[in-house]
């Protein structure tokens, strides 16, 4: 469409569901057996992957259909994220959590560099239809694989009976009143709305700004994955890492500052190494929350937190990615994406100040 506003909108719908359905997420993951709940959301997202497919195929596609399929995409996200997560915890415990967390996002961060890399090159080489294949035969393998993951019953807890609205209270009060997860969910609020819509317009950037093609802005969208996994990696192998809230608070702000040093770079190498250490504190950003958030609520309420921090990624996403469309429609990509990430360095100084996300350490509270 040649809009960087519709290309917004993509990752608008695809987020449009998270405020919405994810504390109701959060509950169903701490009451129901998280196996089953993966399992049913990537099999949603399989069905919505074979849809999008025949319709490319039969040359049906439009605007509305792509819209309608991230937006499903996003709806099984908040299923699935919540439930996944915790599922990590039950698996190892807070001892080895910041390790498996990490791992969490070295494997999240693999895929999301190679499929930008192979979705560039065969679009060049085969079109929207041979990508989608590949696409599509990647989601019924993972599917096949999730049918052989095994989580530990004991861990899972089906049998709560609480009244539904009574839970959601109170664990949004339980979150209020925790110091710790209220500057979290701020910073997360934040970032999400001022600094992470950036990656949406990425391809923009490097075909209007750089000058390159489809396998070029491929390799550009997984620069940032390769700082991702170097930095996941260095966390998996750390040990006793107890002030959790710093590595998340220093990863926001460098993550800030690389948006504005990429958006502005002339060169095609200098904004591939610009993305790339910017990856290295979404590396940091991205486990840190999870890990606050784990560690931060009682057993009963992991899930409910979980659906508490995807709410806010909800709320930001959709409200930034449209407002940034809209001036780079108006003005340009490159001063729409710098000054909401300026907005963002200005906004996260009180949670460096008035939370004790960066003097506090980390640890589990009572049930």
Same mark, same amino acid.
């Given at each position: 469409?040649?809009?960087?506003?519709?290309?917004?909108?993509?990752?608008?719908?695809?987020?449009?569901?998270?405020?919405?359905?994810?504390?109701?997420?959060?509950?169903?993951?701490?009451?129901?057996?998280?196996?089953?709940?993966?399992?049913?959301?990537?099999?949603?997202?399989?069905?919505?992957?074979?849809?999008?497919?025949?319709?490319?195929?039969?040359?049906?596609?439009?605007?509305?259909?792509?819209?309608?399929?991230?937006?499903?995409?996003?709806?099984?996200?908040?299923?699935? #994220?919540?439930?996944?997560?915790?599922?990590? +915890?039950?698996?190892?415990?807070?001892?080895?959590?910041?390790?498996?967390?990490?791992?969490?996002?070295?494997?999240?961060?693999?895929?999301?560099?190679?499929?930008?890399?192979?979705?560039?090159?065969?679009? #060049?080489?085969?079109?929207?239809?041979?990508?989608?294949? +590949?696409?599509?035969?990647?989601?019924?393998?993972?599917?096949?694989?999730?049918?052989?993951?095994?989580?530990?019953?004991?861990?899972?807890?089906?049998?709560?009976?609480?009244?539904?609205?009574?839970?959601?209270?109170?664990?949004?009060?339980?979150?209020?009143?925790?110091?710790?997860?209220?500057?979290?969910?701020?910073?997360?609020?934040?970032?999400?709305?001022?600094?992470?819509?950036?990656?949406?317009?990425?391809?923009?950037?490097?075909?209007?700004?750089?000058?390159?093609?489809?396998?070029?802005?491929?390799?550009?969208?997984?620069?940032?994955?390769?700082?991702?996994?170097?930095? @996941?990696?260095?966390? @998996?192998?750390?040990?006793?890492?107890?002030?959790?809230?710093?590595?998340?608070? +220093?990863?926001?702000?460098?993550?800030?500052?690389?948006?504005?040093?990429?958006?502005?770079?002339?060169?095609?190498?200098?904004?591939?190494?610009?993305?790339?250490?910017?990856?290295?504190?979404?590396?940091?950003?991205?486990?840190?929350?999870?890990?606050?958030?784990?560690?931060?609520?009682?057993?009963?309420?992991?899930?409910?937190?979980?659906?508490?921090?995807?709410?806010?990624?909800?709320?930001?996403?959709?409200?930034?990615?449209?407002?940034?469309? @809209?001036?780079?429609?108006?003005?340009?990509?490159?001063?729409?994406?710098?000054?909401?990430?300026? @907005?963002?360095?200005?906004?996260?100084?009180?949670?460096?100040?008035?939370?004790?996300?960066?003097?506090?350490?980390?640890?589990?509270?009572?049930?």
């Amino acid at each position: 469409t040649d809009s960087p506003f519709q290309l917004g909108l993509v990752l608008v719908f695809n987020n449009l569901p998270r405020p919405f359905l994810s504390l109701f997420t959060g509950l169903i993951a701490d009451r129901f057996s998280r196996h089953r709940i993966l399992v049913i959301a990537q099999t949603i997202n399989t069905l919505s992957a074979s849809i999008i497919l025949f319709l490319i195929a039969q040359d049906q596609i439009l605007t509305w259909h792509v819209f309608l399929a991230v937006f499903v995409q996003g709806a099984t996200k908040s299923l699935e #994220d919540p439930s996944r997560r915790t599922a990590i +915890f039950d698996i190892v415990g807070d001892r080895h959590l910041v390790n498996a967390l990490s791992l969490d996002t070295i494997s999240n961060t693999a895929g999301k560099m190679i499929g930008p890399l192979l979705g560039g090159a065969l679009l #060049d080489v085969s079109g929207f239809s041979g990508a989608y294949i +590949f696409a599509l035969i990647i989601h019924f393998l993972a599917l096949a694989v999730l049918t052989q993951v095994r989580i530990p019953v004991s861990a899972t807890n089906s049998g709560q009976t609480e009244n539904v609205w009574h839970s959601l209270k109170v664990s949004v009060g339980y979150a209020f009143h925790s110091p710790m997860l209220l500057g979290m969910l701020y910073v997360t609020l934040v970032m999400n709305a001022l600094a992470f819509p950036v990656q949406q317009f990425i391809p923009a950037v490097g075909r209007d700004h750089l000058g390159v093609g489809a396998t070029l802005v491929g390799l550009l969208v997984a620069a940032e994955e390769i700082g991702q996994l170097a930095g @996941a990696g260095l966390m @998996a192998l750390s040990q006793n890492l107890r002030y959790h809230g710093r590595v998340f608070f +220093f990863g926001s702000v460098i993550v800030l500052v690389i948006v504005i040093l990429f958006v502005w770079s002339p060169w095609y190498a200098v904004s591939f190494a610009i993305l790339t250490i910017g990856g290295v504190g979404q590396a940091g950003f991205g486990t840190m929350q999870s890990a606050i958030t784990l560690m931060g609520a009682p057993k009963e309420m992991r899930g409910r937190m979980m659906g508490l921090m995807s709410v806010c990624i909800g709320i930001g996403t959709p409200l930034g990615t449209l407002e940034i469309g @809209a001036v780079a429609s108006a003005f340009s990509t490159q001063w729409a994406l710098s000054l909401n990430a300026l @907005a963002g360095l200005i906004l996260i100084i009180p949670a460096l100040l008035l939370s004790p996300l960066v003097w506090q350490r980390s640890a589990n509270p009572p049930s």
